[in-house]
């Protein structure tokens, strides 16, 4: 009988040349760490008078060791980490990939040693008294070197973990907020020994990246993917990784930048609003308000109107009272939903509404009635209506109201009928002949027969052929004017 799989150890290392050498010191040391652990030494020396091999030692001081020696060379044997959400291994396949990068190598703990070289495997009797080595005489171009060393300078260790790496101790950048709270995806074995996506209560760690760097996204102090946040952010959990463990999900991702959002929203700048993780974040359902609140007045300032396609006019005067309209395209359907769950923003319809003619209660018009017309009113009624023959080709019908509520001095639309309020316009305009407030006014209502919206340009070129055609109109026949 002989064993289903068999591996090709050089085949495999050649699979793995395209991750580069970094993270098999990222197995190894993450192995370290996931042990009763105070202090990791790493050590990497270029083999004298040998180009292109590095020697790597992993030590650490864990009291017992290995718990199986045949662990170090069995692919994918029952992990006793993947039951546990707060070790970072679970495959119990690291190990192996970084033998596989090695021509020989030897681990050496407290139940044993096991030798892999050119001849195979073979196990001695040799031990340690505490803790375990590891040592690979491993292919390593100097460029290669160098980038694993700079690599390594961006873990950030655990508390209570020393690590050491060529005798000079990992420094950890600055801290922003620590232990915030948050639910997440995590990987866990069941009793069965199955993985399965759990939902768990964990914390994140929030550091401030060096100024070399950008945000990365870290698995209990090991850099999984760099995500160009303003934050480093170590999850104290398993994240659901790829094989690779170079990677997440997008719904993984959101859901942790709106962990971090909601609870860094007062720290954000006008710089950050627009960054893709703060939109990303503001976008997921549970963006808190108060985070999409501040987001939003950092992009659009704090006078902000939604655009209001059912009032053109009330977008162009939030405009010229110098409020930032927000178009549909300008957020996406996430951070819409969040708006409006919010009221970040209102339409501009219910912010600077354009006048309406009927009070929004829909009173009545008090209308007066031509019999009881004063001689000034039947006067102007009758200025208008010759004006309106002259300036428009048609005698507008007159209406005169007494509603001192109505917040309008007059109204004319394209039907042709002109509305004076006298509640609003008083006796005196009516009772003082044709004085320059009464064409004043017949001009910005006559405007309204071309258009209804006092910001458009037909509105405005009306006015301007209007107060024309009233020049040549007086210049023709002053007499028209003297009633
Ligand atoms: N430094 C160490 N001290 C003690 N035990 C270790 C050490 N390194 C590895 N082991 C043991 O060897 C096993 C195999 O390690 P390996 O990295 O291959 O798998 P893993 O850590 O379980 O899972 P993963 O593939 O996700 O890393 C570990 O589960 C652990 O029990
Ligand atoms: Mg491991």
Request: proline share 6%; with cysteine; hydrophobic share 40%.
């Amino acid at each position: 009988m002989s064993n289903w799989f068999e591996v090709d150890k050089a085949g495999l290392g050649k699979l793995l040349e395209k991750r580069g050498k970094a993270f098999a010191l990222f197995e190894l040391i993450q192995n370290a760490w996931d042990e009763n652990t105070k202090r990791v030494n790493v050590r990497l020396e270029p083999v004298p008078g040998v180009r292109g091999f590095v020697e790597v030692y992993v030590e650490d001081d864990n009291p017992e060791g290995f718990k199986d020696l045949s662990h170090a060379f069995t692919l994918f044997a029952e992990s006793t980490k993947k039951g546990d959400p707060e070790k970072r291994g679970r495959f119990n396949l690291g190990e192996k990939l970084v033998l596989a990068l090695c021509e020989r190598a030897t681990i050496t703990s407290t139940k044993g040693q096991v030798v892999f070289d050119k001849q195979g495997r073979r196990t001695t009797r040799q031990k340690r008294p505490a803790g375990t080595e590891f040592y690979g005489y491993m292919h390593m171009t100097r460029p290669e070197l160098e980038e694993v060393l700079r690599q390594l300078r961006t873990i950030i260790t655990p508390m209570g973990i020393e690590t050491f790496v060529n005798g000079e101790q990992l420094n950890i950048p600055s801290p922003v907020q620590m232990g915030i709270k948050a639910t997440l995806p995590t990987d866990v074995a069941d009793e069965e020994g199955f993985l399965r996506k759990r939902v768990r209560e964990t914390t994140i760690d929030l550091w401030m990246p060096r100024s070399w760097e950008t945000g990365w996204l870290y698995e209990m102090g090991i850099p999984v993917v760099e995500t160009g946040d303003k934050y480093h952010v170590n999850i104290q959990q398993k994240v659901p990784l790829n094989m690779d463990r170079d990677n997440v999900t997008p719904a993984y991702l959101q859901q942790v930048r709106t962990a971090v959002l909601n609870a860094t929203f007062d720290l954000l700048k006008s710089e950050d609003a627009n960054a893709p993780w703060v939109r990303n974040a503001v976008a997921d359902k549970s963006a808190e308000a108060e985070a999409t609140l501040k987001v939003m007045s950092l992009r659009f300032g704090d006078k902000r109107v939604i655009f209001d396609p059912s009032d053109p006019e009330a977008n162009k005067l939030a405009v010229s009272k110098g409020y930032t309209v927000i178009h549909g395209g300008m957020l996406s359907g996430g951070e819409w939903e969040n708006v409006k769950s919010a009221g970040a923003a209102l339409p501009a319809g219910q912010v600077t509404p354009s006048p309406k003619p009927y009070s929004p209660d829909g009173q009545e018009l008090n209308v007066i009635e031509e019999k009881d017309w004063t001689p000034g009113m039947r006067l102007i009624a009758e200025y208008a209506q010759d004006l309106g023959q002259e300036l428009l080709g048609m005698r507008p019908s007159v209406l005169i109201a007494n509603n001192i509520t109505w917040p309008v001095g007059a109204t004319f639309g394209p039907s042709g009928q002109l509305t004076l309020n006298l509640g609003r316009l008083g006796h005196k305009w009516f009772d003082s002949g044709i004085i320059p407030e009464v064409n004043q006014l017949l001009i910005h209502e006559f405007g309204h027969f071309y258009s209804l919206d006092h910001l458009s340009s037909e509105y405005h070129e009306a006015l301007c052929e209007l107060g024309a055609r009233l020049t040549a109109l007086a210049l023709a026949n002053p007499e028209f004017f003297r009633r």
